[in-house]
């Protein structure tokens, strides 16, 4: 656990998911905002109900946000209790002892609440229906907050990558470095979106709403689409990331071959077209999250200063 304080006027704020790629640009950027209690999975287990309430209650915070979640997408497969005590359970709890104290509830879910069965971005009110025992836990997880109410945002988010944690890019960039021929899926199509902008939107946001900018919580609580610009296949971001980190990395591009799901089968169904909307978003909070390639070129950047 970390703690970080400032003015005694400022919110309180609880980052649960402290060590996960969302939750350490949370803990960045909301320094300076309130004092922050951030908490990982040393100092709570969230598949334990009475853990996860005892936490809010020790802090007392007057803003939670909930960077954790089970997010093993085919292992979820054969893990199915875990991931809903994870995804569904704890945010429940969460959301609860949030209303309890009146406190705002910081919540995000994914793309693959849909089924991918349609070929123009998914908005808010478009019936979900789950491939995989992952989506499903999530979507259950936004009904849970749903059901509790009060001051809440969702932040429906897809294809999260960015400079640490377990994920595309640095997938791509490590196989790089091992194999001279890759093969990428090609046949699904999505918004990838770096863990930064994620965590730039939410602080907007959030802000905005401390400061009164959107009215009372009746005017913005709700779930909103919040991806990065543009859509691409992993086969054409792989594409754009061997391109750009040719010149900016240390690495040698491997050859890239398209492939079809039905040639990559993995435990987890998924869905064919997630690309969001953001629409809803940027009319209520005038909020645009970066287009995926500059997003991308940020992040190797990042990974190049890093080197
Ligand atoms: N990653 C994606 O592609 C993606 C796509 C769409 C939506 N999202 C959503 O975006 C949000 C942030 O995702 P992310 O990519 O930042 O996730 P992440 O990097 O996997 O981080 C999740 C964090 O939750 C922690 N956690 C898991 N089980 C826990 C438990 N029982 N008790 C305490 N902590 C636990 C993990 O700890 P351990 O590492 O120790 O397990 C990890 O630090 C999530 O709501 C996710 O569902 C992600």
């Known amino acids: 656990m970390s703690e970080m304080h ?66 093993a997408v085919d292992r979820a497969e054969s893990e199915r209790d875990l991931a809903y005590a994870i995804n569904e359970g704890a945010p429940r709890v969460l959301a609860e002892e949030a209303h309890r104290r009146n406190a705002l ?38 009904q849970a907050v749903e059901g509790v109410g009060g001051k809440f945002l969702i932040f429906r988010t897809s ?8 994920n595309f890019l640095l997938t791509m960039l490590r196989l790089a470095r091992e194999r001279d021929r890759l093969s990428i899926v ?18 907007s946001i959030v802000t905005g709403i401390l400061a009164g900018r959107f009215g009372a919580p009746a005017d913005w609580a709700g779930l909103y689409h919040t991806t990065c610009g543009g859509s691409v296949s992993w086969f054409g971001f792989a594409q754009a990331i ?14 890239l071959s398209p492939i079809a799901t039905k040639d990559y089968p993995t435990p987890a169904a998924r869905p064919r077209y997630s690309v969001l909307s953001n629409a809803k978003l940027q009319a209520r909070f005038g909020f645009e999250l970066s287009p995926w390639e500059s997003a991308l070129e940020e992040t190797l950047e990042i990974l190049r200063n890093a080197e």
Not at 159 to 166: A, K, R
């Open 6 to 71: 400032t003015k005694s006027a400022d919110p309180r704020i609880l980052i649960v998911g402290n060590a996960g790629q969302l939750g350490r640009e949370l803990e960045k950027i909301f320094a300076g905002v309130g004092p922050i209690v951030a908490v990982d999975r040393e100092s709570v287990d969230l598949a334990d109900p009475a853990q996860t309430r005892e936490l809010v209650r020790r802090t007392a915070p007057d803003m939670i946000l909930n960077a954790a979640a089970y997010t």
């Open 105 to 142: 509830f910081v919540h995000y879910s994914t793309d693959y609440v849909f089924n991918g069965e349609k070929s123009s971005p998914w908005i808010e009110t478009d019936a979900p229906n789950p491939l995989n025992v992952y989506g499903a836990s999530k979507l259950a997880g936004e």
């Open 159 to 166: 294809w999260v990558y960015g400079p640490h944690g377990n």
């Open 186 to 203: 090609d046949d699904q199509t999505g918004g990838p979106t770096t863990s930064i902008e994620l965590a730039r939107a939410t602080h």
């Open 242 to 255: 061997f391109a750009r980190a040719a010149e900016l990395l240390d690495i040698k591009p491997p050859a």
